[in-house]
């Protein structure tokens, strides 16, 4: 689903971090463009950070992303 294990705890730190920096979350360019690697793994890793609960996207909204966990837990 992700091209690499620690991009999704990568994202999951960089959005925190974009958050407080900024004070709203990022769209996925800027996220992609924060972490350096492409928007197609940006769009995986989010899918995944949503998929295992923690974060919360409006599909309708581009800087909708909502933290709803603080530290990766990777699924068993």
Known sequence: MFN???N???ILNKLIQYKI????PP??????DYCDIDTTSVRDDLN???HTG???RDP???SSIRILK???DPPA
């Open 4 to 6: 690499n294990k620690q």
């Open 8 to 10: 999704p705890a990568k």
């Open 21 to 24: 920096e900024n004070r709203y």
């Open 27 to 32: 769209t996925i360019r800027q996220l992609a």
């Open 48 to 50: 995944h950070l949503e």
């Open 54 to 56: 923690h974060i919360q």
């Open 60 to 62: 309708n909204l581009s």
């Open 70 to 72: 603080l530290n990766y």
